[in-house]
């Protein structure tokens, strides 16, 4: 299963449109695929006794990620950055298991013309950091407002056949890595 994680909080977000298109391309491919909406988090985790005791809802969310064979990170660009609760949400899930050795890809939202460059480029460092594998094929979407109706698909084939491309791109490094999985993964 492929894990696609939307990764803001922010309401009505492009991220969350972006992300549902990524839903219906691996829908279309007939992959099996869970979404993890960070607006679903539950209050509780940002609270400091979180550290120590993870809220019980949080947990589904973890056990999402612990077993997903993939997963798809969206992240918009937040002052140069990724949003502070996609960060902490990657500091709350179990360490280090839930992204060793785990098939990870990355498509970046932004109003500017780099198309979130740059917290993509930190998602690697910090997941690279993690032991994840590292899908080399990134998503940019600049000017993602132009690229999107209203409805929140999106307007130009080119930017869906690249999803598509990456998407099946995907899947096969996903495939070719789980016969190489270290034996000493849980799951």
Same mark, same amino acid.
């Given at each position: 299963?492929?894990?696609?994680?939307?990764?803001?909080?922010?309401?009505?977000?492009?991220?969350?449109?972006?992300?549902?298109?990524?839903?219906?391309?691996?829908?279309?491919?007939?992959?099996?695929?869970?979404?993890?909406?960070?607006?679903?988090?539950?209050?509780?985790?940002?609270?400091?006794?979180?550290?120590?005791?993870?809220?019980?809802?949080?947990?589904?969310?973890?056990?999402?990620?612990?077993?997903?064979?993939?997963?798809?990170?969206?992240?918009?660009?937040?002052?140069?950055?990724?949003?502070?609760?996609?960060?902490?949400?990657?500091?709350?899930?179990?360490?280090?298991?839930?992204?060793?050795?785990?098939?990870?890809?990355?498509?970046?939202?932004?109003?500017?013309?780099?198309?979130?460059?740059?917290?993509?480029?930190?998602?690697?460092?910090?997941?690279?950091?993690?032991?994840?594998?590292?899908?080399?094929?990134?998503?940019?979407?600049?000017?993602?407002?132009?690229?999107? !109706?209203?409805?929140?698909?999106?307007?130009?084939?080119?930017?869906?056949?690249?999803?598509?491309?990456?998407?099946?791109?995907?899947?096969?490094?996903?495939?070719?890595?789980?016969?190489?999985?270290? !034996? !000493?993964?849980?799951?």
């Amino acid at each position: 299963m492929i894990v696609i994680i939307s990764g803001t909080n922010r309401p009505g977000s492009n991220t969350r449109k972006v992300t549902a298109n990524i839903e219906s391309v691996y829908a279309a491919l007939g992959v099996p695929f869970q979404v993890l909406d960070l607006m679903q988090l539950p209050p509780e985790i940002i609270l400091p006794s979180a550290y120590e005791q993870k809220p019980a809802a949080f947990r589904k969310f973890a056990d999402a990620v612990l077993a997903a064979d993939g997963v798809v990170l969206v992240t918009p660009e937040y002052n140069g950055g990724i949003p502070g609760i996609l960060k902490y949400f990657i500091d709350m899930l179990p360490f280090p298991e839930s992204f060793e050795y785990r098939p990870v890809c990355f498509v970046g939202v932004a109003a500017g013309i780099w198309g979130a460059l740059r917290p993509v480029e930190q998602l690697q460092a910090i997941l690279g950091y993690r032991n994840a594998y590292i899908y080399p094929e990134r998503v940019f979407m600049p000017g993602v407002h132009k690229l999107l !109706h209203e409805s929140g698909q999106l307007k130009e084939p080119d930017m869906k056949a690249r999803l598509e491309k990456q998407a099946m791109g995907f899947i096969g490094f996903v495939e070719s890595l789980r016969s190489k999985k270290p !034996h !000493h993964r849980e799951n």
